[in-house]
């Protein structure tokens, strides 16, 4: 398994954990850029079907799309034994 394939699977976890089932198997989780140098820069594009899960997605005042990012985050953080900035886009595809 690729590395973008596996920070896209832990994302997806948190997805589907806070959301509480319900989006996770119309979302895809597209890993687009990783950059190391003493820590990880990782960005993600969450792709969901339509503007009505963008909104379940981001939540109000972003606290939905929060919780996803430091459950991912600290998930990551502790596979790879480094501080991880993971930056999160929700975008409505096809």
């Keep these: 398994m ?3 394939t596996f920070f896209s ?3 997806r976890e948190a997805v589907f954990k806070y959301t509480n089932q319900e989006i996770p198997y119309q979302t895809s ?4 850029k990783i950059i190391k140098n003493r820590n990880y820069k990782i960005y993600q594009n969450l792709i969901v079907k339509n503007n009505n899960q963008k909104r379940i997605i ?8 929060k919780n996803i990012g430091q459950f991912s985050r600290l ?7 480094s501080r991880v900035h993971l930056f999160l886009k929700v975008t409505v595809g096809i």
């Design 9 to 11: 699977e832990i994302t």
């Design 29 to 32: 989780i597209l890993t687009t």
């Design 2 to 4: 690729s590395k973008n």
């Design 75 to 81: 998930q990551l953080e502790n596979i790879l034994k």
């Design 58 to 65: 981001i939540g109000k005042s972003g606290k939905m799309l």
